[in-house]
């Protein structure tokens, strides 16, 4: 099983959470793929509306770790209220099928707990024109949960280890045929994908 840690940060906390929510899942079951990475550290261009199979260089790199995944961690911090625009690039991006049935765990970063909700209200929309599986509960850290280079919250911490946990557990009963388990896609302007799903 791949499980694949993404953060739409442009600094570093958003990924050390998700880090150690990725650790928690190879603590929890060692057979279990895991790889974090920052957009930021890409150069990706911005989506033009191109079909999806005919970026290259990193785009495509990074189009392609959604694609094989098998599950993944999606960490942003609040910028204006909302996840960034680099992570909003990157879902313009990725094959309207790329996550298709998929277990997703959200994890957000903010200055205050003032955004916890834009998760529910502003990620969850998002992941749902892509008929993932969102993981009920997410991480929510704000800057107090920090230290100078790491994230030192027993709380969080906690709830870091539990969502690692539960997207293995949610990833372990997905089956093959991913069709199988959403309901009926909605109307939408069809785009080539990369694989079928399944
Ligand atoms: C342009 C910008 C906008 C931000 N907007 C918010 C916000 O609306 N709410 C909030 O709680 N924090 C906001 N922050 C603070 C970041 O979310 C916070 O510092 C976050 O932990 C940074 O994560 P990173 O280190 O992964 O980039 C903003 C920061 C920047 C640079």
Redesign the pocket.
């Known amino acids: 099983m791949k499980l694949l840690g993404v953060?739409?940060?442009?600094?570093?906390?958003?990924?050390?959470?998700i880090k150690k929510a990725l650790d928690s899942a190879k603590r929890y079951d060692n057979t279990v793929e895991t790889e974090a990475i920052?957009l930021?550290e890409y150069d990706i261009q911005f989506c033009d509306a191109r079909d999806p199979n005919k970026y290259e260089g990193d785009a495509r790199l990074v189009i392609d770790k959604f694609v094989e995944t098998d599950a993944l961690l999606l960490?942003?911090?609040?910028?204006?209220?909302?996840y960034?625009g680099l992570l909003k690039n990157m879902f313009d991006l990725i094959p309207n099928d790329a996550l298709l049935g998929k277990p997703v765990g959200m994890i957000?970063?903010?200055?205050?707990?003032?955004?916890y909700l834009?998760l529910e209200h502003e990620m969850k929309p998002l992941l749902g024109f892509f008929y993932v599986h969102v993981i009920p509960g997410s991480v929510y850290?704000?800057?107090s949960h920090?230290s100078e280079s790491d994230l030192v919250d027993e709380g969080i911490l906690e709830q870091l280890d539990q969502l690692g946990r539960a997207i293995v557990n949610f990833a372990r009963i997905i089956p093959d045929d991913k069709l199988s388990i959403v309901g009926p896609l909605g109307p939408s302007i069809q785009r080539k994908s990369l694989k079928k799903p399944g």
């Open positions: 953060s739409g940060g442009l600094s570093r906390k958003t990924l050390i959470a920052s930021n960490g942003t911090p609040m910028y204006r209220g909302t960034t957000a970063t903010g200055g205050s707990d003032h955004h834009a850290a704000n800057n920090y």
